[in-house]
């Protein structure tokens, strides 16, 4: 359902306080027996970060409202958003975020990755204060998780693992050769100077150390 918002509430999102205030407005404009029911609303936002449009996705109950994907996503992607913000109220007044709310933000995620629309905050609110999973620091910490990610993304990523641990192999052997050619070398150069010193013709200098005519004679 879309949620009416006047035009000065249309702003640009600088920061968590600017999306609470907006939803506390929101929230209150419901009335009491509504407000005791958990709410959950996408905010779609435009490149500069502007406002364009607030939709209730889910209405459920005093502790859990039921979140689709499907529907979280069509609608942003109808209506062109280009980020996203999830908020929802917790009636409690705990804004301590649940194994569900985390779960639920998790899973999104993955989702956005796949459809490059950005999550960029999950704000859980109460009629007074709020909580951000950007600020403190959860957001980023469930968007390293594993727990939803597609198969076909696990397999990328390990072929992305398996590519860098053989380069890291590889460049070591490279190393090690590189390492082990510059001390025959050295040891080719030690020899000849002993050899042009007691004063061996360049041939058989040539010939014990593999070193070329131009090289010996520049010792």
Same mark, same amino acid.
């Given at each position: 359902?879309?949620?009416?918002?006047?035009?000065?509430d249309?702003?640009r999102v600088l920061?968590s =306080?600017?999306?609470?205030?907006i939803m @506390?407005k929101? *929230?209150?404009? !419901?009335?009491? %027996?509504?407000r005791?029911?958990?709410h959950?609303?996408?905010?779609?936002?435009?490149?500069?970060?502007r406002?364009?449009?607030?939709?209730?996705?889910?209405l459920?109950t005093?502790?859990?409202?039921?979140?689709?994907?499907?529907?979280?996503?069509?609608f942003?992607l109808?209506?062109?958003?280009?980020?996203?913000?999830l908020?929802h109220?917790?009636p409690?007044?705990?804004l301590i975020?649940?194994?569900?709310?985390? =779960?639920?933000?998790?899973r999104?995620? @993955?989702?956005? *990755?796949?459809? !490059?629309?950005? %999550?960029i905050?999950?704000?859980?609110?109460?009629?007074?204060t709020?909580?951000?999973?950007?600020?403190?620091?959860?957001?980023?910490k469930?968007?390293?998780?594993?727990k939803?990610?597609?198969a076909?993304?696990?397999?990328e990523?390990?072929?992305?693992?398996?590519?860098k641990?053989?380069?890291?192999?590889i460049?070591?052997?490279?190393g090690?050769?590189?390492?082990?050619?510059?001390?025959l070398?050295?040891?080719?150069?030690?020899?000849?100077r002993?050899m042009k010193?007691?004063?061996?013709?360049?041939?058989? %200098?040539?010939?014990?150390?593999e070193?070329?005519?131009?090289?010996i004679?520049?010792?």
């Amino acid at each position: 359902m879309n949620v009416r918002i006047k035009e000065e509430d249309k702003i640009r999102v600088l920061n968590s =306080d600017d999306i609470f205030s907006i939803m @506390q407005k929101i *929230l209150l404009r !419901e009335n009491k %027996i509504r407000r005791d029911k958990e709410h959950f609303w996408i905010i779609g936002l435009a490149n500069n970060y502007r406002i364009l449009f607030i939709e209730l996705i889910s209405l459920g109950t005093v502790n859990m409202s039921v979140v689709h994907p499907m529907e979280v996503f069509s609608f942003a992607l109808q209506k062109r958003a280009v980020k996203l913000i999830l908020a929802h109220n917790h009636p409690s007044g705990d804004l301590i975020p649940s194994k569900d709310d985390k =779960d639920v933000t998790n899973r999104l995620l @993955q989702n956005s *990755l796949f459809l !490059e629309v950005p %999550i960029i905050d999950h704000i859980i609110l109460s009629e007074i204060t709020y909580y951000s999973f950007t600020d403190s620091g959860l957001l980023e910490k469930l968007s390293r998780s594993k727990k939803y990610v597609t198969a076909y993304k696990q397999e990328e990523d390990r072929l992305k693992e398996l590519g860098k641990k053989e380069g890291i192999e590889i460049g070591e052997q490279r190393g090690e050769e590189r390492g082990v050619k510059k001390g025959l070398k050295e040891k080719a150069v030690e020899m000849a100077r002993a050899m042009k010193k007691d004063k061996r013709p360049i041939e058989e %200098i040539q010939k014990y150390t593999e070193l070329s005519p131009k090289e010996i004679k520049s010792l």
